[in-house]
């Protein structure tokens, strides 16, 4: 009898890998880095709104030029971003519109994205979706949540550490026929969510209907336009386009005390001086939409 038992569980235990396997969702793979560098907020040197240059317009100039006591437009910043394959050696293209923003993440309705993080900076850092289905060990949080070994592993990627994050558009997550044909979505760094974002550490995350995205996961290239990308990721369109509206607080970064380091007497800097609070609200438009 306990044999018998013992063989029906056996071809049981079968036939439900034999299933999952047959069900199993198709992956997008995705192999991030998180980097640290300088990031220029007004890189032409000039108010774009109305053409002037920034050391002679007097309210873009207190936000983006440079002295003694004020960092200007150059900032140490963290950012997520796209390489080619598993060796990290190569950067995907990506368009010069995205600014500071992460690889933007695709999938459909049913699909699977994997992310797998390397981070290269010099604090621990995560990636935490928003939209999609994600298991605890996915989550890429830090909070006191209970749990602890295996469980917090995505909680905390430290310098050097890799790990691998999956989340699953299920059809609950996605568009509805109301919808567009794409959702769009954020991730971001959840090991301190606020001083994260405002480091750098922030992206746009998509999931769209059955057939709108093409099959591969990186952009396609110009030749004779190194870095540049010539080719939409979907079916539908000929390109979207994300930004993000944003007042980005660069004294809750976790580099400030860094780029205060860069300036040329930064003994003299008073934090809590209202001025120089201002100087480091970064206005631009990085909204995530499409």
């Known amino acids: ?8 569980a056996s071809c049981l235990l079968f036939l439900l890998t034999v299933g999952a396997e047959g069900k199993r969702s198709r992956e997008r793979v ?16 000039k108010n774009l709104l109305n053409g002037q240059d920034v050391e002679k317009d007097e309210h ?5 030029k440079r002295g003694p006591h004020r960092i200007g437009s150059v900032y140490k ?12 050696s190569v950067l995907a293209p990506r368009p010069a519109w995205l600014g500071f923003l992460g690889p933007i993440l695709r999938a459909e309705v049913d699909e699977v994205i994997v992310v797998h993080l ?11 979706p928003h939209g999609v289905f994600y298991e605890k060990n996915s989550e890429g949080a830090l909070y006191p949540d209970g749990t602890s070994n295996k469980l917090k592993e995505d909680d905390s990627v430290p310098p050097g550490g890799r790990y691998t994050y999956r989340w699953e558009v299920r ?31 922030i ?9 709108i995205l093409k099959d591969t996961n990186n952009p396609a290239q110009d030749p004779t336009k190194p870095g540049s990308v010539v080719e939409s990721a979907r079916n539908d369109v000929d390109q979207d386009v994300f930004l993000m509206f944003n007042v980005v607080d660069e004294k809750l970064s976790w580099y400030l005390e860094d780029n205060i380091k860069n300036l040329s007497d930064p003994a003299g800097v008073d934090q809590e001086d209202p001025d120089f609070v201002e ?6 438009n990085i909204e995530l939409s499409n």
């Open 77 to 88: 910043k963290a950012m997520f971003r796209q390489y080619t394959d598993a060796t990290y």
């Open 171 to 201: 059809p609950e997550f996605a568009p509805t026929d109301d919808d567009a044909n794409c959702l769009t979505w954020v991730y971001h760094s959840h090991f301190d969510a606020p001083r994260d974002i405002a480091s750098g550490l």
């Open 1 to 8: 009898m306990s044999r018998t038992l013992w063989l029906f």
């Open 118 to 128: 390397n981070n290269f900076a010099t604090r621990s850092y995560t990636m935490h």
């Open 203 to 211: 992206g746009a995350l998509l999931t769209c209907k059955k057939g």
């Open 30 to 45: 995705y192999y991030v880095g998180i980097i640290e560098d300088s990031w220029d907020y007004a890189p032409s040197g």
């Open 279 to 284: 100087s480091n609200l970064m206005h631009g």
């Open 60 to 64: 873009a100039s207190g936000f983006l």
